[in-house]
């Protein structure tokens, strides 16, 4: 018993041993000299057509541990005042001590964080130098930066609608990477948007649902009809001709459909609240067009789907009176995006023209021309 008992102590101070051993081997980081950076301007302006070219430079002197490390490096921005909350970084090679970041780059960047477009934004900027999971922090430098409107259909998830119906809303039939999309405007499985099909009848309106414009991964209906989706599933077949207001929960295999037939009303109308100026889609610009109305400058309009007010395009919040030929971003109130009721106006009374561009349901555009 007892030389069992001196095993026991002897395989308890080994163990203690070998502990302690390792915790004086561990070492623990820290940093010696922090990382200073800078940049080569303080205001920026960014522009779509340089999207290539680097908009802005920055360089540091590197950080100093107390250990040989080989630490990863990032610029990390964020709207001023935010104390870095909801900051996005841009990655740099571990040995470099500068880099520059384009005009297409940093203006994802700033649509990340939430920067404003066409506006000059107060943006912060530091480096983080990272040691495994711990983080160390430049100085914080200051730069103004303007990002342009990004290009919705590049930033935004998407899944595509092929089908047969294609050919003649502009697209090619049956073609995945040349069909109408609908994208997610949250990022996630959900996605929605409009799509116009001019022939139920026969084979001329079906359709499918597919990701990355390609056929693999393609969902159809699961043969009920019940808007239930599957693997290499059923073409589904139209209710009616028109436009088409599509959901399609990807992850939970469901799909929606219901006809959203647009057009204008209003007091600034000829035929004021009473009725409405039905939209045309154009195969040739993939939108939807009112060649010629009158509008007053004394009333106000919007749009509305089957004649009907569940389903309205408006601004997003106060009453907004357009210029001629620029377009605005629109909103749709089934999205719960608009808060209240308000219509359009236009400055100046005269024959107009309205096109409604709604190919994709992150950024819907109206335009509207003075003739």
Excluded at 27 to 46: M, Y
Excluded at 196 to 203: Q, V, Y
Excluded at 267 to 293: C, L, M, R
Aim: hydrophobic letters at 40%; charged letters at 20%; glycine letters at 8%.
């Amino acid at each position: 018993m007892k030389n069992l008992f001196k095993i026991w102590i002897a395989l308890f101070v080994g163990v203690l041993a070998v502990s302690c051993e390792k915790d004086e081997d561990r070492a623990v980081i820290s940093e010696t000299t922090a990382a200073k950076v800078s940049a080569d301007k303080n205001a920026v302006v960014l522009d779509e057509l340089k999207g290539a070219e680097t908009s802005i430079s920055f360089s540091w002197t590197k950080a100093g541990f107390n250990i040989a490390s080989v630490p990863a490096q990032q610029i990390e921005f964020a709207l001023k005042g935010t104390g870095f909350k909801n900051s996005t970084t841009f990655n740099f090679d571990k040995d470099a001590v500068s880099g520059g970041i384009t005009h297409a780059a940093l203006n994802t960047i700033m649509f990340n964080i939430g920067a404003v477009s066409d506006t000059a934004n107060d943006i912060e900027a530091r480096l983080i130098t990272s040691v495994g999971t711990a983080p160390f922090y430049s100085n914080v430098i200051d730069v103004k930066i303007t990002p342009f409107t990004p290009n919705p259909d590049i930033i935004y998830p998407k899944i595509n609608v092929p089908g047969a119906y294609a050919g003649a809303a502009g697209y090619a039939s049956w073609t995945p990477a040349n069909s109408p999309n609908l994208f997610s405007p949250e990022k996630n499985d959900s996605y929605r948007g409009f799509i116009w099909i001019s022939n139920p009848t026969g084979d001329n309106g079906k359709y499918k649902f597919t990701i990355n414009q390609d056929w693999p991964g393609n969902k159809g209906d699961d043969g009920t009809k019940t808007g239930k989706l599957v693997a290499d599933g059923s073409d589904i077949v139209p209710a009616s001709a028109g436009t088409f207001y599509m959901k399609v929960d990807w992850a939970n295999n469901t799909y929606s459909s219901m006809l959203a037939n647009f057009g204008v009303i209003g007091d600034a109308t000829p035929t004021g609240w009473g009725s409405d100026t039905d939209f045309v889609y154009s195969p040739v610009s993939k939108t939807f067009v009112i060649n010629s109305i009158m509008l007053s400058s004394t009333g106000v309009f919007k749009f509305r789907a089957n004649d009907d007010w569940a389903m309205k395009f408006q601004p997003k919040k106060d009453e907004q009176t357009l210029v001629s030929g620029k377009a605005v971003q629109t909103y749709f109130n089934a999205e719960n995006t608009v808060e209240g009721d308000p219509g359009y106006k236009v400055s100046e009374a005269g024959n107009y023209k309205i096109e409604l561009d709604l190919h994709n349901s992150a950024y819907y555009k109206l335009t509207v021309t003075k003739l």
